[in-house]
C-alpha cells in the first residue's frame, strides 16, 4: 500500500465509513476506493479535494509524505502571510487567465488555506460558489476593500 491509500484507508476506517459508503459519496465504484486504499491506483487529481473534504483532512495530508494533519505544522514564512489574508476580500489575477473563469474579475473571500491549496468563496453569475484552488495558479491578491 503507498502512503496516500494507507491515508485514505486509515481515515475511512476512523470514521466507520465503508468503502462502498466512501464510493457513493465519491461516485466511484467500491472496487475504484479498494485500488486506491491498495496503491495499485491513485485518484484523479480533481478528486483529491473531495476525498479530503469527505475525510476531513486537507490536500497536503493526503499527498505529502509526512503524517502530520494539517494545522499540526507551523506556518512559516509565507505561509504566515497567506494565513492572516484568510477571511479577506480579494481579487485574484491567475499565471493563466482561463485557469478559472469562475473567478476571472470576480472578488473572493478566501475562506482557509491547506498546505498548497486555497479555499475561497465568490459571488458569480451562477450563484454563490465555493471552490477549492492551487496557490500555485494564482500569479497575484489584491486585498478588496469591504463596502460598508
Known sequence: MDKLGIKIAEKRKGLGMTQIELAERMHVTRQTVSRWEA????????????????LGVSCDYLLKDESVES????????GKLLKSLAGKTVQLQ????????DLFNTPCRILDFEGNWMRVAAEAKKGRIEKLIPISSVLSMEIVKERD
Open 94 to 101: 491567475f499565471f493563466d487567465e482561463e485557469a478559472d473563469v
Open 39 to 54: 496503491g495499485t491506483a491513485l485518484p484523479d487529481i480533481d478528486k483529491i479535494g473531495e476525498i479530503a473534504d469527505i
Open 71 to 78: 494545522g499540526a505544522a507551523q506556518a512559516k514564512g509565507v
